[in-house]
């Protein structure tokens, strides 16, 4: 039990200073020791309430102000207690929770001078602990006369004082606009009545709510848990310095090590106590700028400088008078204190309970009388005559838990405190330029320098590339992170504005390293170069980059990711790629990226796998630790640290560069403890029996809710085989909230009837119900007939199946039958392109039939780049691979603005299983398909809602896309018959060859 004198001590502002990782806390200058400022006067701009504080003695902080300034929660904010010169009050205070946060209580004394403390309830300093959060509504102001003193003493008034820790009330205007919550919703609207994976969705949403409320416990709601790297990681802070902050609650003690210090773990370490690591792990490391020769320190130790502009507004001011101007504008006579010490307020407290030999130890001090009872004796010698300038008022504790603060203060008080003005903003006003920092200072650690970080665990020392790095340098035994710092005329400026979200999307898939035609790694600024131009010719509207987060293993294609923060270094700086983004932006370009959230690499030195010396810092331990079949490490979901490192990956990669989407890679990996290497019988078991990892599911929730609730134009694409039910139904409904989800299933069918089913038993009615899957989200779905997987994952692209010469056929048969492969590769393209959904992906290389499969270097293959290429030169030297090019531009562009397509659902409405033949409408397009790999058909019959004249917008018959031209001009425009087909009131008779496909639009409407 600490005695009254240490608590006495702590509460007057000497238990050291509570920073957060990167910037000051507004309060430092009260709890600095040696470079105290002169005058207490001097409080920062960040309190942006002052006026608050003038009518509640309460200072009440903006909530991102808080965790960005002090790294405390919003139930821990600062409070600022003003008394009067003239009050020499004992204040007995009391708090405690049932809750996360330990009970504190104590007594505070405070001295017959102007005294400001800040006291915190919860003991983590980084990221502090508190299970409810509190609200200035529960602070009541009301004015009260005291009845038992005499009229020199009517100025009085009882201040009842204690703290509620009560939930904030929700925000009506908020709950109006939030959809009623109903966690089965989606169930009615897909026919599922499965009493089991009701009740696990009931569940789920229970813990969903725990989820969320442990969250907001720590870091304030959802967009504070998604804020780390404003704070994680290594950042510049405005005073001078370079401030480093990472997790690893397994080691016990902390050190950067680099080529600035020559890699020594003595030289810059965190500090001992709260100051450098607190609770939860978080390890809190300043590197302090060195003066230059002859240079002195700054006079004032808040000091801050402007790293961009050259000069600021602190290079020409006169600093007295700044000083002065806010004495006189906001501060009374009888307010100001001069302070040399920041043990200067304790010990004139010491002094005045005890004189000037008080007790020194615990022993010494003996027995203290209750507080209420040396207010009393205080109160009893306090002379009517005190100070009439001060604000009056008297302070009652009732000691009672969770009772309701009343300050009770009188009327003329009250109006001449809240009358007065804030304060300047003084180190915005004092705030130096950057010629300024580079004549005084050089940087402890520079632009380019190479660094990693030191831990001592019970295990041992390690050294870790630290897992918020922005930039990586992987290499086996030397790999490290690289300080990326550029002065400010390198840092790249933005230049274009995100496009806005089309209603339809067509996706180019593709990978920067194998993007080029030499046998190279190419890089961000030969993609934007060469690559990006092509792609808005070819008629796509998003990109879709695989491979780009950093990874040691380059065979992995970028799968198994060693740091999740950092772009990876064989393509380019951070730079490089904000240009790409740039680039594509200012073309119409969406930028999506491939995130993979669901493992990670096995690496230790440059990954996360016993990052801190133990086995479950980011990953379950047991059996859960590692992937099945890939080896890689799980992630705990459960995990609010964790959560939070996940979460922030996903902003960073918004706020940072602008990235316009995510495509959640290989979802069955978390969603399963088997990792979705089973077989699913279809039964709705499968998605709720014990198998399921539910945190997972609810990170993919949490993740969803924060990118669309701060982000609502970025596009999330659910990659799962698995069509777990409710991927893209709203998370208000029991859904996970995905934009789009992915139907793995089609491009396996088109590889399953290639491979295994002569052409002439293909089904149409199994084609048509993989592609339409019968799902009441299909407006949602994004389809392709292929993507990296057939061309990268040791397979062939379907182009290489098709198109590819047999060596044992005659020249003759062997151009007839590249000439059907073309025909029939284009019409899997199209009906899979327009049949259902509003996204279509093509592999990079696939819109003009790219003839080789894709082989990225390794032992297998003596690490060759050889095949790690796409051969431009195809699509614009004539030819098979230019037609084939030819007509997926003229495809892209049957969905204009992405309104002809996407406004409606098809309707299929002619199937026919013997003649191999399908049609359906959609929009106001009419396609008809014949399968059929020997038989064409004239006056084929095909029944259509509107009479009147048709003509073909797109043929694959048409020579110009590699066709045989079978169709006749004079058939390119047909006229309806009346008489009732497929249900409809006219019919179509057309011509329809052999293996082709055909686009309709009605020109001209006949009344009959």
Known sequence: MASNRDFLLRSSGCGGDRRSKSRRNPLDFLLSDGVCPKRLTKMPRQMKQFENLKSTTMTQFDSATVTRETGLSIAQRPTVLILPQSAEAALSFSISSPHSFPAACGTFTVPSTFMAFSSNLAFNHLFPVASKSFSPSHFNLATEPRADVGAASARHRSWKCSFSAHERPANPERRKSEPAVDPVGFLSDFGISDRAFSLFLRERHKALKDRRFDLCSRFIDIKEASSGFEILGMHRHRCHRVDFMDWAPGSRYCSIVGDFNHWSPAENSARDGHFGHDDFGYWFVILEDRLRDGEEPDEYFFQEYNYIEDFDTGDSLNVEELLQKIDDEYWEPEEKVYRNSRLEGAAKLFEEMFGPNGPQTEEELGELEDAETRYRKWKQSQSSESNASSPCYDVIDHGKTYDVESVILDPVSKAKFRSKKPPTAYWIEMRKGRKAWVKKYLPTISHGNRYRVY??????????????????????????????????????????????????????????????????????????????????????????????????????????????????????????FKRLVDEAHGLGLLVFMDIVHSYSAADELVGLSLYDGSNDCYFHSGKRSHHKHWGTRMFKYGDVDVLHFLLSNLRWWVVEYLVDGFNFHSLPSMMYTHNGFTAFSGEMEDYCNRYVDRDALIYLMLANEMLHDIHPSIVTIAEDPTLYPGLCEPISRGGLGFDYWANASVSEMWSWLLHDVPQHQWSMNKIVEVLVRNNKRNDRMLLYVENHSQSVSGGHSFAEILLRKPSEKLEEEGEALILRGSSLLQMMKLITFTITGSAYLNFMGNEFGHPGRVEFPSPANGNSLVLATRRWNLATDGGLHCEQFDFDKRMMMLDGDGLRLSKSLPNIHHVDESKKVISYIRGPLLFVFNFHPEKSYELYNIGVEEGGEYQIELTTDEVRYGGLGELGEDEYQVRTVSRRNDGYRYTLELTLPRLSAQVYKLTRILRV
């Open 455 to 576: 831990f001592n665990t019970p295990n041992g020392p390690l050294e870790r590339v630290p897992a918020w790095a922005t930039y990586v340098l992987p290499g086996g035994e030397k790999s490290c992170a690289v300080h990326w710092d550029p002065p400010p005329e390198a840092v790249h400026k933005w230049k274009n504005q995100r496009p806005e979200v089309p209603k339809s999307l067509r996706i180019y898939e593709c990978h920067v390293g194998i993007s080029g035609s030499e046998p190279k790694i190419s890089s961000f600024e030969e993609f934007s170069l060469k690559v990006l131009p092509h792609v808005k010719e070819a008629g796509y509207n998003a990109i879709q980059i695989m491979g780009l987060v950093e990874h040691s293993d380059y065979s992995s294609a970028g799968y198994k990711v060693t740091n999740l923060f950092a772009v990876s270094s064989r393509f380019g700086t951070p730079d490089d």
